[in-house]
């Protein structure tokens, strides 16, 4: 690995590869592409003090439910392909980092 191939984790700070998907000290995600071999992708229903968002929480191979993604040591989680659920309709916000201590609950879709 050179000098240009590496970048920053921009959650954990630590140095990676520019073509990681998911960081692997942290294992955010980082980028775009397929994250099918390194885990799974659970689409839930996120509601935070104000808002309910839907979307997809990422979990590791190493890590088996969503609880453990939730109640891992940072403090965010990851929402892939999110919206924001509104009365009239679901506006989409795309990729979202939700501070753990706003959410009131997690719930799986569709499981
Ligand atoms: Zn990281």
Redesign the pocket.
């Given at each position: 690995m050179t000098m240009e191939n590496r970048k920053q984790?921009?959650?954990?700070?630590?140095i990676?590869d520019t073509k990681a998907i998911i960081?692997?000290?942290?294992?955010?995600i980082?980028g775009g592409g397929s994250v099918e071999k390194s885990g799974t992708l659970v689409r839930v229903r996120v509601k935070t003090y104000e808002k309910v968002y839907s979307g997809d929480i990422f979990v590791p191979q190493h890590l088996d439910r969503v609880s453990d993604v939730i109640n891992d040591s940072r403090h965010f989680i990851i929402l892939i392909n999110a919206k924001e659920e509104l009365k009239t309709s679901d506006a989409p916000v795309g990729f979202l980092a939700i501070n753990k201590a706003i959410i009131e609950w997690v719930r799986l879709i569709g499981a």
């Open positions: 984790c921009p959650y954990c700070a630590e990676i960081c692997k000290h942290c294992q955010s980082i």
